[in-house]
C-alpha cells in the first residue's frame, strides 16, 4: 500500500485553528470509518488523539476533533496551544486487516 | 496500566538479522493484538506487523517475506525478527497495542492506543 498523503507542514498562531488533512484511496480512507490520528513530539512515542476518524481517547483536549469525507480525513486543532507543536500521523485501515499511515504533518505555533 | 518497554541490539551489520523484543508489563498480554511499527530517521512512520495473543499474525506485504513476529505469553513479550537488514532498515522500532475486533467483518477499532518509548537500531558494519 502507498502512504497517505498530508501536508508537510501547517502552522498557526495560538487561538487560532488549523487543519491537517489525510487523503488516501477508494481502498483505505475512503471505504472505512477506521482513521486514527497520532501525535508525536520530538524524541517521544506516538500518541493517539482520535480513533475511528472523530472519537476522542479519555484525556485527550476536545480542542482536536476529526472528520472524513470521501477520501481524505481531518483532523482539526482548535484553540491551538504552544504544547500543540508537534508531528501527527494519520492511520488508516487498509484491508485485509491491515493498516498503511500517512506521512506525517509538522505543526508550528507561530 | 499497561507498559511496553522494547529491547535488542542497537547495532546490527547489513545481511544479519535484527531481533527485538517487547516486554509487556501492568497488564496481561493475552486478549490484545499487538504490532511493531519503525520510523527511519527524520521520517514517517510504517506499520510492519502485528501478532495476537494466541499466535495469529499479519504482516505488511512489503516487509513480509523477511518479517518473523512471535509471542511467549509466559514471558510476556512479543518479539519481531528482521531478516537480510540493510541501512533502510536503520530505523526507530516500536512496539504497541493494537486494538482489532476478533470478527475479521467488524469494521471498528484498528488502532494503536498505548506505545512503547522505542528503540533504535542502526544497522552499520
Same mark, same amino acid.
Given at each position: 500500500?502507498?502512504?497517505?498523503?498530508q501536508?508537510?507542514s +501547517? *502552522?498557526?498562531s %495560538?487561538?487560532?485553528?488549523?487543519?491537517?488533512?489525510?487523503?488516501?484511496? @477508494?481502498?483505505?480512507?475512503? /471505504?472505512?470509518?477506521l482513521?486514527?490520528?497520532?501525535?508525536?513530539?520530538p524524541?517521544?512515542?506516538?500518541?493517539?488523539?482520535?480513533?475511528? +476518524? *472523530?472519537?476522542? %481517547?479519555s484525556?485527550?483536549?476536545?480542542?482536536?476533533?476529526?472528520?472524513? @469525507?470521501?477520501?481524505?480525513a /481531518?483532523?482539526?486543532?482548535?484553540?491551538?496551544?504552544?504544547?500543540?507543536e508537534?508531528?501527527?500521523?494519520?492511520?488508516?485501515?487498509?484491508?485485509?486487516?491491515?493498516?498503511?499511515?500517512?506521512?506525517?504533518?509538522?505543526?508550528?505555533?507561530? | 496500566?499497561?507498559?511496553?518497554?522494547?529491547?535488542g541490539?542497537?547495532?546490527?551489520?547489513?545481511?544479519?538479522?535484527?531481533?527485538?523484543?517487547?516486554?509487556?508489563?501492568?497488564?496481561s498480554?493475552?486478549?490484545?493484538?499487538?504490532?511493531?511499527?519503525r520510523?527511519?530517521?527524520?521520517?514517517?512512520?510504517e506499520?510492519?506487523?502485528?501478532?495476537?495473543?494466541?499466535?495469529?499474525?499479519?504482516?505488511n506485504?512489503?516487509?513480509?517475506?523477511?518479517?518473523?513476529?512471535?509471542?511467549d505469553?509466559?514471558?510476556?513479550q512479543v518479539?519481531?525478527?528482521?531478516?537480510?537488514?540493510?541501512?533502510a532498515?536503520?530505523?526507530?522500532?516500536?512496539?504497541?497495542?493494537?486494538?482489532?475486533?476478533?470478527?475479521?467483518?467488524?469494521?471498528?477499532?484498528?488502532?494503536?492506543?498505548?506505545?512503547?518509548?522505542?528503540t533504535?537500531?542502526?544497522?552499520?558494519?
Amino acid at each position: 500500500q502507498s502512504a497517505l498523503t498530508q501536508p508537510a507542514s +501547517v *502552522s498557526g498562531s %495560538p487561538g487560532q485553528s488549523i487543519t491537517i488533512s489525510c487523503t488516501g484511496t @477508494s481502498s483505505d480512507v475512503g /471505504s472505512y470509518n477506521l482513521v486514527s490520528w497520532y501525535q508525536q513530539h520530538p524524541g517521544k512515542a506516538p500518541k493517539l488523539m482520535i480513533y475511528e +476518524v *472523530s472519537k476522542r %481517547p479519555s484525556g485527550v483536549s476536545n480542542r482536536f476533533s476529526g472528520s472524513k @469525507s470521501g477520501n481524505t480525513a /481531518s483532523l482539526t486543532i482548535s484553540g491551538l496551544q504552544a504544547e500543540d507543536e508537534a508531528d501527527y500521523y494519520c492511520c488508516s485501515y487498509a484491508g485485509s486487516r491491515t493498516f498503511v499511515f500517512g506521512t506525517g504533518t509538522k505543526v508550528t505555533v507561530l | 496500566q499497561v507498559q511496553l518497554q522494547e529491547s535488542g541490539p542497537g547495532l546490527v551489520k547489513p545481511s544479519e538479522t535484527l531481533s527485538l523484543t517487547c516486554s509487556v508489563s501492568g497488564g496481561s498480554i493475552t486478549s490484545y493484538y499487538w504490532s511493531w511499527i519503525r520510523q527511519p530517521p527524520g521520517k514517517g512512520l510504517e506499520w510492519i506487523a502485528y501478532i495476537y495473543y494466541s499466535g495469529s499474525t499479519n504482516y505488511n506485504s512489503s516487509l513480509k517475506s523477511r518479517v518473523t513476529i512471535s509471542v511467549d505469553t509466559s514471558k510476556n513479550q512479543v518479539s519481531l525478527k528482521l531478516s537480510s537488514v540493510t541501512a533502510a532498515d536503520t530505523a526507530v522500532y516500536y512496539c504497541a497495542r493494537v486494538l482489532i475486533p476478533a470478527a475479521p467483518s467488524a469494521r471498528y477499532y484498528y488502532y494503536m492506543d498505548v506505545w512503547g518509548k522505542g528503540t533504535t537500531v542502526t544497522v552499520s558494519s
